[in-house]
């Protein structure tokens, strides 16, 4: 089992940036490819970013790419999402996924967190 906790989330102006955490606990997460997923008001969620826990390897959505970086701190379990030249369209619940392959974990993650709200204001 892989627990996923998110904190960051917040109110912020459009053109603002925030950072986004997870913290990761349960066995072998060094062995886990780590994402993050969205879910705005009425849509599905959907895949932002992913990157592979030991080898760095990232991926992003096409409307994220630029703007948005996903990083990882081994040594804290921890993974993050900077979000920078956030746009209206940026609000939604924001989920921080984990499984073990890192093309599964852009689809169907096995685990998931509770989610943390980000509200861009415009």
């Known amino acids: 089992q892989v627990q996923l906790v998110e904190t960051g989330g917040g109110l912020v102006q459009a053109g603002g940036s925030l950072r986004l955490s997870c913290t990761a606990s349960?066995?072998?997460?060094?062995?886990?490819?780590m994402a993050w997923f969205r879910q705005a008001p009425g849509k599905e969620r959907e895949f932002v970013a992913a990157?592979?826990?030991?080898?760095?390897?990232?991926h992003y959505a096409d409307s994220v790419k630029g703007r948005f970086t996903i990083s990882r701190d081994n040594a804290k379990n921890a993974v993050y999402l900077q979000m920078n030249s956030l746009k209206s369209e940026d609000t939604a619940v924001y989920y921080c996924?984990?499984?073990?392959?890192?093309?599964?974990?852009?689809?169907?993650?096995?685990?998931w967190g509770q989610g943390t709200q980000v509200t861009v204001s415009s």
């Open positions: 996924a984990a499984d073990p392959d890192l093309w599964v974990v852009t689809t169907t993650p096995d685990y």
């Open positions: 990157i592979r826990w030991s080898g760095g390897n990232t």
């Open positions: 349960g066995r072998t997460v060094s062995d886990y490819a």
